[in-house]
């Protein structure tokens, strides 16, 4: 599984994402690669599914046919386990 994590740089929230999902992954077993990246890079990778914040969510989901999650909590894991959940990842 591939996932990525974005924001407008790709260096600072989109990493503190990056290990959150990361940890997720772990939690639950599941084998994946999470890369962080920019919001412009981020519409023309090839991923199962991207976790982001508020201000990138909308752009995002109206750019790429992947699932879009929008978490605001970012060192927390629970909004990140209800977007595999909606996806049946766990």
């Not at 999902?21 to 772990?26: A, F, I, P, S």
């Not at 990246?37 to 990778?45: F, G, H, K, L, V």
Request: hydrophobic fraction near 40%; glycine fraction near 8%.
């Amino acid at each position: 599984m591939k996932v990525i994590t974005v924001c407008g740089f790709g260096l600072g929230s989109s990493m503190i994402l990056r290990m959150s999902v990361e940890k997720v992954l772990k939690k639950h077993g599941i084998d994946g690669d999470v890369e962080s990246c920019d919001i412009t890079t981020a519409s023309s990778m090839e991923c199962d599914v991207i976790f982001t914040s508020k201000e990138f969510y909308e752009e995002l989901g109206n750019k790429v046919k992947v699932p879009v999650f929008r978490v605001n909590n970012f060192l927390k894991g629970e909004e990140i386990e209800e977007g595999f959940k909606s996806i049946k990842i766990i």
